[in-house]
């Protein structure tokens, strides 16, 4: 028999009410699975279907974040696990997503973990979760540690955002600054060309080069589109290349700025999650060995593939940092007086805060030196094509005279 959706409200042993959707069935089979986990059943109904979205899609990063949110919640209100599993099933808009999750109920009902069975059948959360739910399980911390992932992966998508956001403006004066070349070149300058005719001997050498330019693009505007779209592509293929991105990546690191942005990115997400791993009992091997996993390929990456195996020789954590790190003095003596104490996960979260307000710092200072630059560079090109057009005309016109 095909298990139904039932809509319920329920009363817990302390008087809390509660409400949800349990799958049986029929009624009277979940009003006993209620029972059963020491619920008073109050009212319960059919439950109305989840509305089928349009497109057969996976879930979203923002809706993962909200589903380890309502678990967390539902966990600790002492809803079952399976229970709450099904809740957030039903309501899904995303039919890729309530399917995996629905396979991996049926996974937990045959006895899987739920790590397990979120790895097994739940792409696409970062690994670290799967990892910390075999971690909370074990521990009986499923909704703390759920809660706390749900943070991390909110934390994650906000930088990534905020980085997105402060790329649009200048992003949009280089499409607008190119868009506005692309006019005058094939526009523009063609008309002047005909203006001048044919014979340009007088014409200064700059001037027969924008011309010559400007009329080839003007005659030869699909094989241009062509080119444009040859470029894109290439461009595509660099950046879905693991290789290729890798070294543009390691180039970026050296950048001034740029740098900046992207160690202050790599540091405070590698700090947070190694903070969120310890502060949930994971020991500092598996720790270090999750939070390496989550930083991208590049220079700090690399230093992190040696603390591992360090640890492992008896090095301490900062001096071992301290030697395949840039990691500022500050930042390991943080460390050091945490390994004393036994609050290293409380000195790797002061270190994430930290290195996140330099984050937000960094972003403003690039976007603020990007958005001059982009303006100049345009500037200087359109500059450089209307001299080359007045200095054609002035040559015509002093041959004339």
């Known amino acids: 028999m095909t298990d139904l959706a039932f809509q319920y409200q329920a009363a817990q042993r302390d008087g809390q009410i509660v409400k949800g959707v349990i799958s049986a069935g029929t009624e009277a089979a979940a009003v006993r699975r209620l029972s059963s986990d020491g619920l008073t059943v109050l009212k319960i109904a059919p439950a109305v279907a989840a509305r089928a979205d349009g497109a057969n899609r996976n879930l979203k990063p923002a809706e993962r974040v909200l589903i380890l949110r309502q678990l967390g919640l539902m966990l600790e209100a002492g809803v079952s696990l399976l229970e709450a599993l099904d809740t957030v099933a039903q309501g899904m808009q995303a039919r890729k997503g309530r399917q995996q999750f629905q396979a991996a109920i049926a996974a937990l009902r045959r006895g899987d973990s739920l790590g397990q069975a979120l790895e097994d059948n739940v792409p696409g959360f970062p690994d670290y979760l799967y990892a910390m739910a075999r971690v909370g399980e074990a521990s009986g911390r499923i909704a703390e540690v759920l809660k706390q992932a749900a943070e991390q992966m909110a ?21 607008a600054g190119v868009a506005a070349i692309a006019f005058i070149f094939t526009q523009v300058v063609p008309r002047f060309g005909a203006m001048i005719g044919d ?73 947070r999650l190694t903070a969120f791993a310890l502060n949930n009992g994971v020991p500092i091997l598996s720790a270090v060995g999750l939070a390496r996993a989550a930083v991208p390929i590049g220079p700090f990456r690399q230093g992190l593939n040696r603390l591992e195996s360090d640890l492992k020789a008896g090095m301490t954590l900062d001096a071992s ?6 990691l500022e003095a500050m930042d390991l003596s943080l460390l050091r007086a945490g390994q004393r104490s036994g609050a290293v996960g409380a000195m790797f979260g002061f270190m994430a805060d930290n290195y996140e307000n330099r984050l937000k710092d960094s972003m403003k200072r690039m976007t603020s030196l990007l958005e001059p630059i982009a303006i100049a560079v345009i500037s200087l090109i359109v500059g450089f094509v209307a001299l080359s057009l007045v200095l054609a005309l002035s040559s015509v016109y002093e041959g004339v005279v």
């Open 155 to 175: 934390y994650e998508d906000r930088l990534r955002k905020e980085f997105g956001n402060a790329m649009t403006y200048p992003a949009f004066l280089l499409s």
């Open 199 to 271: 014979d340009r001997s007088n014409v200064p050498a700059m001037s027969r080069w924008v011309l010559a330019a400007g009329e080839f693009a003007n005659a030869n505007s699909a094989l241009v589109l062509i080119v444009l779209g040859v470029l894109a592509a290439a461009v595509a293929f660099i950046v879905t290349n693991p290789e290729i991105r890798a070294r543009a990546y390691t180039v970026a690191h050296g950048l001034p700025v740029v740098g900046n942005v992207l160690q202050a990115r790599e540091v405070s997400s590698w700090a």
């Open 321 to 326: 940092l301290a030697a395949h790190t840039k």
